[in-house]
Each structure stands twice: as structure tokens, then as C-alpha cells.
């Protein structure tokens, strides 16, 4: 995130923010979810359906973490790449949980099925080892 300023990614259209994301988390080899008492943060949104907020920085997984998670205790938590794409996404498919990318201070993210997620998150990474 060297050179950006956090608020002006979050100004960034979902569909941006998402290729941000994407490309962020590839380069860096990390994904940012929130833990509290060592658990992933999981929560539901206002349709009931379960999902795991991920970001591309622990700046912005901060800056976004929602007030009632930030009064339960919940920190930001790094992920390798790898781990992410090859465990925690099948896990959370298996119990039908979707991704909420790079929820924003207003609580606007893009939610995404998981194994949309895997495939652009391979492909960046396929495309950085060539």
C-alpha cells in the first residue's frame, strides 16, 4: 500500500476494489480477515447469510473492522496467500460461507462466492510466477 492513502482505495468502486484486492493480496502473499479470541470473525449480513470479511492490508482491515466487532475485541489477522486459497476457501464453501471483499467504513463490500474468489486469486498468482 506504499504510496496510497487508505481513504482514496475505499473510494474505489466495488468491482476495483476487488481487482485491488486480488492483485494486493498475490504481491503481497497476504489475505486480512478480523479474529476475536482466536477465531475468525464471521457474520452475517442483512439478507442472514454468513460471511468472512477479507481485506488486501491490516491498515485497511482496521480502518474497516465494524464498531460492534471492535467492541467484542476483534483484531486484524494475517493469512498467507497459500493457506487462504487452499484451506480456508474450501472450508468456508463447505459450510456455505461467502467472502465479503474489502468491506468499506460504511459497511459496503462485495460479497463473493468462494470459489470465485480461488480462481482470480490463482490466476494473479499464476500470472506473478511466470
Known amino acids: 500500500m506504499k504510496n496510497k492513502n487508505p481513504d ?14 486480488v492483485r494486493s493480496c498475490a ?3 497476504r489475505v486480512w480477515g478480523l479474529k476475536k479470541d482466536g477465531n ?5 449480513d442483512e439478507d442472514g447469510d454468513e460471511i468472512f470479511p477479507v481485506w488486501p492490508h491490516e491498515v485497511l482491515a482496521d ?29 468456508m464453501l463447505e459450510s456455505s460461507v461467502g467472502f465479503g471483499v474489502f468491506y468499506d467504513t460504511r459497511k459496503k463490500g462485495l460479497v463473493i462466492d468462494g470459489r470465485e474468489l480461488k480462481a482470480a486469486i490463482e ?8
Do not use: M, T
Open 8 to 21: 482514496e482505495i475505499l473510494e474505489l468502486s466495488r468491482k476495483d476494489r476487488l481487482k485491488y484486492f
Open 27 to 29: 504481491d503481497n502473499q
Open 40 to 44: 475468525w470473525l464471521i457474520f452475517r
Open 63 to 91: 480502518k474497516c473492522c465494524f464498531e460492534e466487532h471492535k467492541a467484542v475485541g476483534a483484531k486484524a489477522h494475517a493469512i498467507a496467500v497459500d493457506s487462504f486459497v487452499n484451506a480456508c476457501i474450501p472450508d
Open 123 to 130: 490466476n494473479e498468482l499464476a500470472y506473478l510466477r511466470e
